[in-house]
């Protein structure tokens, strides 16, 4: 069964620091995808970045970046300068299977962001 | 930007009501799918649905709960008889089988559901 872990309940940041989300996850299967959403207090869930097991190099979208470590089965979602725009609610997720798979994405517990003026 | 729109925003029900929450997704996209959130918690899966068939479904989602795609645009999710606990936002969404982004499933802004 694939598991998804966020410890980080909630964090508080500074306007324009940099903030590390993490996120570890649990597969026995090769080929796997990793998302990080965004939840605004409106309550949408916006996609922000994706990572696929067999991809070489780290995403990045604008300001956010994944820190991917396969062998830690770690993918922490990384925003530089952060802005009082990101306070929200992060959820990590996964999705088993490779690039033909369309199966659902399993969700972590999320992790508050407030950024401080 | 295509976008996957829900319908109602917000429903409040009389708990053993039947409920309807209607979603359009992304026109070109095939696999749909339903989540809830019950305020505070986690985001569960509860269903997807590909050619017109269930995919896959959650222990959540039992025989109270259907899903259709009666025409083209529409994929609705039905709750029969409403219950306290069915008191979630509940999210659409879809995906495209077409490897970008690991086909990526996009969200609806949700519906509010409210049994009281």
């Known amino acids: 069964a694939q598991k998804i872990t966020q410890t980080q309940p909630g964090m508080f940041v500074q306007e324009k620091e940099a903030v590390t989300l993490d996120c570890t996850y649990d597969?026995?299967?090769?080929?796997?995808?990793l998302f990080w959403y965004k939840q605004p207090s409106s309550g949408e869930m916006i996609f922000l970045i994706y990572?696929?097991?067999?991809?070489?190099q780290n995403a990045t979208e604008g300001r956010y970046s994944l820190n991917f470590q396969k062998a830690r089965k770690s993918a922490n979602l990384v925003i530089s300068a952060s802005q009082l725009g990101d306070s929200a609610m992060y959820f990590c997720?996964?999705?088993?299977?490779?690039?033909?798979?369309?199966?659902?994405?399993?969700f972590g517990s999320g992790t508050r962001l407030s950024i401080r003026p | 930007e295509p976008e996957v729109t829900q319908t109602p925003s917000h429903q409040v029900t009389q708990m053993g009501q039947e409920v309807i929450l209607r979603c359009v997704p992304i026109?070109?996209?095939?696999?749909f799918y339903w989540y809830r959130q019950i305020l505070g918690q986690k985001v569960e899966f509860l269903v997807s649905f590909y050619n017109n068939e269930i995919s896959e479904k959650s222990e959540i989602f039992d025989d109270q709960f259907s899903v259709e795609r009666p025409d083209g645009s529409n994929f609705t999710l039905k709750i029969r008889s409403t219950k306290l606990e069915d008191s979630a936002m509940y999210f659409c969404?879809?995906?495209?089988?077409?490897?970008?982004?690991?086909?990526?499933?996009?969200f609806g802004e949700g519906s509010w559901l409210t049994v009281v």
């Open positions: 969404a879809s995906s495209e089988l077409d490897g970008s982004s690991g086909n990526t499933i996009y």
């Open positions: 597969t026995s299967d090769p080929s796997y995808g």
């Open positions: 990572q696929g097991s067999y991809d070489q």
């Open positions: 997720a996964m999705r088993e299977g490779g690039y033909s798979s369309a199966s659902k994405i399993i």
């Open positions: 026109s070109n996209h095939l696999y």
